[in-house]
């Protein structure tokens, strides 16, 4: 497999393990602190959401990029705003959150 595969796999496995700790964390919280939980469950449920889903923004970005020549032409061709819009989602937003 090509560096870039390897690296598409891994932005998806942490996407798929950080969705899941997040997850456990949340249910477990609900369970053995309820009034913390209800008091900040939709809290806790945006930034699960707002840390797992950049990265699969990256895997599919990086898929795309990789496999579909015509999505790397028009990613190439407007690369100021797909740049700027990549890096707005997949890096500013988790670091906001």
Not at 24 to 34: A, D, G, K
Not at 40 to 53: H, K, N
């Amino acid at each position: 497999a090509s560096v870039n595969s390897v690296t598409s796999i891994m932005f998806c496995f942490l996407g798929v393990v950080f969705f899941a700790v997040g997850v456990i964390m949340n249910i477990s919280l609900s369970n053995h602190f309820p009034e913390f939980y209800s008091k900040y469950r939709c809290l806790l449920w945006t930034a699960t959401l707002l840390l797992t889903i950049p990265l699969f923004i990256r895997t599919v970005k990086d898929y795309l990029y990789y496999h579909n020549d015509e999505f790397a032409n028009w990613y190439e061709n407007n690369l100021a705003y797909t740049n700027t819009l990549f890096a707005i989602l997949s890096t500013v937003l988790p670091i906001i959150t």
